[in-house]
Structure formats: structure tokens, C-alpha cells
């Protein structure tokens, strides 16, 4: 692992696809470009425009500058690693391939350390949560927490959830909608809230 490696990716043209503008391409998409990790990149990516435009597409979401977590050359990877996990849980939701396949790709020490970048943080302990339930076992030096109210793991302004069940070691609330061995994770669209709204099953008399 080198001692000074970031994650934001500029590039007009990403993984075939036209970059809407100048900009730089940062959470999920840029990790995974930069590992080099064998899974598919996101069906939405994220870009930090350079003139402070806000906007989405079919394929981009688009933030002004003051989003691009910060990946300055002094940091480690694992402390820029860490920065762009946290933009993609607060922006682009929890991507459990691209989790799985940070387990495997970094040491178990590797991802304690991760986490103890703020140990007692909510997105700190949602990575842990998520290491943690993907490799089934627990890292190690990390003791159960206390004294801090439960986050939920999936924000459900994102991503479909279920009522969950709490996890007292992390104080998260697991409301992932399956289990280990399977667990489609929906993301909100305004298409899919409209046809909620419309309550088709209800209306199954009328056709």
C-alpha cells in the first residue's frame, strides 16, 4: 500500500462513458478505479464540478466544489480511502459489492485502522458494521461502543430499508432489506416513489 495514494480521478472520458464536464470523479466510482477492483462501477457516479454546478442524469450526479472530500498529498491511503467512503455513504448510499470487495483487498488491520480514523462517528461505524457483517467475523482491537445513539446503516432517503435490528456492538441500526447471502438494495428514484404513490396493488380491482 503506498503511503501516499488518492482516490479523486479527473479524466474526460471514465470507464466509457463521457464526463459531463470538467471535474473531478470522487466516492465509489473513484475507489473502485483506483484499486483496480474486478466489480462493475456504479450505474450513477458521482463528479465535483469545477464551476460549482449542481445537477443529475441519467448516469452523473453532480456536486460544486465544497462537496470534494478532502484528499490532500499528506494523507495515507487509507485516511483518503476513508474520506471518500464517508462522501459515498452520505451522497451515493451503501454499495455492498464494492464494501465486499474492500474487505479482500485490504488486511484486516488495514480496515481497523480505517475505522479508527473516528472510531466513534457514524460513518466510521457504519464501515465497521459493514466490514464486519461481510468477512462475519469482528476486527480485531475493537471493543463494543457506548454512550452514543444508534444510526441506521441505510439512509432511507436513498435506499429502501426495512424497521431493522439494532447491533449494540456498533449502535447501528442494521436495516439492510435481506441477509448476508442475499440483499438487493433499491435506490430511491422519483419514478419508483410515483408508482409507491399510485398504490397499484390496491387498485388490482379496476383492471
Known sequence: MSNNAHFSRSASVFHGLQVPEQ???????AIIDSLELKIPIPDRLALISYQNKTYQDDVWIVFPNRYLPDDHEKMTEIESLYRHLVFALKYEGVNLLAFKFLTKHYSLEQLTELVDIEPTGQYSRRIWFLAEWLLDKPLPNKDNLSRKSYVPLLDEKLQYTIVGRKS????????????????????????LEKYISAKISERKNEY
Request: with cysteine.
Open 168 to 191: 449494540p456492538r456498533h449502535l447501528i441500526v442494521n436495516n439492510l432489506p435481506g441477509t448476508i447471502n442475499f440483499c438487493p438494495l433499491v435506490s430511491r428514484t422519483g419514478t
Open 23 to 29: 471535474g473531478t470523479i470522487v466516492g465509489y466510482g
